[in-house]
């Protein structure tokens, strides 16, 4: 099961920024409840909202403190990119599936608007995304990607070298840029939406590990680590990438990413980021965003470092890589680290997420699987898919975000 798993190392700067914002109880007696969602991160707190917000009864559960796990390690780059680019992404699956790929997580920036703004509190803002040219080779491609996009009605823009360097203090051939996408502070979201959650009714408890996980009459029970029962109609497996530890079948393979934040820098100190998030076109990529305390976060590095004690001697080496990247594209930018943090992902061969049944455990119970940059964007679509299946509708998303598409 997945319980033990270390997911991140380092200091994550949302859990020491924030701290504990609010205090959520052990399970100590039985509960019932429509669902159960197990996972108490952002992927979690997302869809506990969807479903308390139209009616169902929720229980969540969370085995550390909430958002405790992977989400106190994210550096929350909301944007509708896909780490696989449209192109490709319509390569492999048709350029319908892929069109409703990318204009779904287009839409999914404006609904975490409406959740942000409804919780408040949670740094969002509207950001510009640059997505540059690594190298010249590069061109040919990025050219082809904003023709894909304009194509499917995203709005973007052509920047040349010239203009990447006056307006961005960017030295690279070529960058596509959007003004559809955003950041905020995935650690606040997560306990603002759970207290909401909870004050609405919705059982939300932290420090409360599940064991056993059982069909039962119309229903699943899960068992906990104290001896508590939840009998739920449906359970929602929101574990982020321990989720993988539920199933037989490999459906993604887990990586390790690297990021640091800086002290609050001065406006003109911080330039484009301050209202931009910068990412390349190689893979594994560099991306740096700015806060709204006017830090930057820089991030990257990836590797397929998979055991935390390694992944923990890593850190401070990885940093300083990165601000030797920095400097190499953006050479007035003068970063210097204050935390440095490695975390957990996992990669899906498509770039695409899972939500939904798998047939190892029956229709009753479900998985979020957010994976890639776009944790949080599909997290949100997938709040609104495992409704839609829970109430036995339909979902548009249904068949590209599901486990059919590995048959």
């Known amino acids: 099961m997945w319980w033990g798993m270390d997911l991140k190392s380092g200091y994550p700067f949302w859990s020491i920024r924030n701290g504990l914002m609010h205090a959520f109880p052990r399970l100590e007696r039985d509960v019932r409840c429509d669902v159960a969602v197990i996972g108490g991160g952002i992927t979690g707190a997302l869809i506990a909202d969807e479903l308390v917000a139209h009616g169902h009864e929720v229980a969540v559960l969370e085995q550390r403190e909430i958002g405790w796990g992977s989400t106190s390690a994210s550096t929350a780059l909301l944007q509708y990119e896909i780490d696989t680019p449209l192109v490709d992404l319509a390569r492999r699956h048709g350029q319908d599936a892929a069109a409703l790929a990318y204009l779904a997580c287009a839409e999914a920036i404006d609904l975490l608007q409406e959740r942000a703004r409804a919780v408040g509190q949670v740094d969002y803002r509207r950001n510009d995304s640059l997505y540059y040219a690594s190298r010249k080779r590069d061109l040919a491609a990025l050219r082809e990607e904003l023709a894909a996009r304009r194509e499917i009605g995203l709005e973007l823009d052509w920047v040349e070298p010239e203009a990447l360097w006056r307006d961005y203090g960017v030295r690279a051939p070529g960058a596509l840029v959007s003004r559809q996408a955003a950041r905020m502070d995935p650690y606040r979201m997560t306990y603002r939406l759970l207290a909401a959650c909870q004050r609405a009714g919705a059982a939300v408890h932290d420090r409360t590990a599940v064991v056993d996980v059982k069909p039962a009459s119309r229903g699943i029970v899960l068992r906990t680590a104290e001896g508590a029962l939840v009998r739920a109609g449906h359970v929602v497996v929101a574990a982020g990438y321990a989720g993988q530890q539920w199933l037989r079948q490999r459906v993604a393979r887990n990586r390790s990413s690297y990021a640091f934040v800086t002290d609050p820098l001065r406006d003109e100190e911080a330039g484009a980021l301050r209202h931009t998030m910068v990412w390349e076109t190689a893979r594994p990529y560099l991306y740096l965003r700015g806060t709204a305390d006017g830090r930057v976060i820089a991030g990257g590095e990836d590797d397929s470092i998979d055991l935390p004690a390694r992944r923990d001697a890593r850190v401070l080496a990885k940093a300083a890589k990165l601000q030797r990247k920095i ?74 975000f599901g486990f059919g598409r590995l048959d």
């Open 327 to 400: 400097a190499e594209v953006m050479p007035d930018l003068q970063l210097r680290p204050v935390f440095a943090w490695g975390g957990t992902f996992a990669e899906t061969a498509d770039g695409l997420p899972f939500f939904g049944a798998h047939a190892e455990h029956g229709p009753r119970v479900l998985f979020a699987m957010a994976y890639g940059g776009n944790g949080i964007t599909y997290s949100m679509l997938g709040a609104g898919l495992l409704r839609a299946t829970i109430e036995r509708r339909g979902h548009r998303l249904a068949a590209l």
